[in-house]
């Protein structure tokens, strides 16, 4: 395990060099930068989704993979082209990639019949976090069709290999997360935890690795946090009981005059069922995104104060280094921890909506 950790520092602390000389070259000596170097711009760049998967630049020549434009117009109907088409602001069939002064900024947008650009009626293109999360579901097609086979062939056997490595992880989520925070309900809901936190863990660790077709930021978008928030939502208020609404509208033990007439403790209550998706969704997203953008931040440091000297781009690129390599060590930490958060938070979600009544 100690030596697939140092391969994926190194990989990290490859990639970063690697991209950041790419996009934003270091000019020659006694040379001026055409273009004044962006950190926002940069880190958002990277952070973002995008039509196209870029891998790095070559004298000046961008090598990137092209991905599948699907939009649907009201005034022409379905097109299906690759995104090369619409490279350097080019337009293709009357749609092009918004600039960065204009609304829908990196956005395909469509000449409408007055001449102005608006966004598509459909858009659902093949970008690049829909690519990722597509590798990120044949590899959990892939572990899990594997390790059911072995459980199949030999139910009794010692677990080896992939068996091995995922049953541990398993039996944490059925015994210190769902029979503890459901209780003995909890079966029901193991399909889902499960699905929930290897989906989580497996595109953390793949947004760590800077090699294609890995290091989109998956979980790190809003959309992806706020489909997996929607799901829990739903299959709590799906599986809730009678008490859970009795808690909602009229919990036991608080005084009537929290009641009637104003229903202050029943609209609380309500609140906090709404909030509760909400929390989920802005925690995952909020905490993978923050680590992107700080490791970036830390390398951006190097070409911020190298505009302003080359010796001191040189004296804190050791130190923007070093903090870069212990955020990614961080970020590997997180990966793990946002995975267990999620699932815990949406076993206790659900203890609650199938908790039985205790009497006094």
Not at 90 to 117: C, L, W
Not at 210 to 233: H, K, R, W
Not at 296 to 309: P, Q
Request: charge should be neutral.
């Amino acid at each position: 395990m100690a030596h697939w950790i140092k391969y994926l520092l190194a990989f990290m602390f490859l990639w970063n060099g690697v991209v950041v000389n790419a996009r934003h070259e270091t000019p020659v000596h006694g040379e001026e930068s055409d273009e004044a170097f962006q950190p926002g711009e940069f880190i958002l760049d990277h952070i973002g989704d995008a039509y196209e998967w870029h891998i790095l630049t070559v004298n000046g020549r961008h090598v990137s993979v092209p991905l599948p434009v699907i939009l649907y117009s009201k005034q022409s109907g379905f097109h299906v082209f690759m995104s090369n088409r619409l490279h350097h602001g080019e337009t293709y069939r009357g749609f092009r990639i918004a600039a960065e002064n204009e609304p829908y900024k990196s956005k395909i947008v469509e000449q409408a019949t007055d001449g102005s650009f608006v966004r598509p009626f459909l858009d659902i293109s093949i970008t690049k976090n829909v690519l990722a999360l597509f590798v990120s579901i044949a590899f959990l097609l892939c572990i899990f069709l594997s390790v059911a086979k072995r459980y199949t062939a030999g139910p009794d056997r010692a677990p080896r290999g992939l068996q091995g490595l995922v049953e541990p992880v398993i039996l944490f989520v059925r015994d210190d997360i769902a029979r503890p925070a459901i209780g003995r309900k909890y079966g029901r809901f193991m399909p889902f935890l499960l699905t929930v936190f290897f989906f989580i863990l497996i595109n953390n660790l793949m947004g760590l690795i800077p090699v294609f077709p890995f290091g989109a930021n998956v979980t790190g978008n809003i959309a992806v946090t706020l489909v997996l928030a929607l799901l829990t939502f739903i299959l709590t208020l799906g599986n809730s009981n009678r008490n859970y609404w009795i808690h909602i509208f009229n919990a036991p033990g608080v005084p009537w005059w929290l009641k009637i007439p104003l229903p202050l403790m029943p609209f609380i209550e309500f609140v906090g069922m709404l909030i509760k998706p909400f929390v989920l969704m802005v925690r995952l997203f909020a905490n993978i995104t923050a680590g992107h953008i700080i490791a970036i931040g830390f390398f951006s440091l190097i070409f911020i104060f190298g505009a302003k000297s080359a010796a001191m781009g040189y004296a804190v690129s050791a130190v923007s280094v070093a903090f870069t390599v212990f955020m990614s060590v961080l970020e590997l930490l997180v990966a793990f921890i946002q995975a267990y958060v999620f699932t815990l938070l949406s076993a206790l979600y659900f203890g609650a909506a199938v908790e039985e009544h205790h009497k006094e």
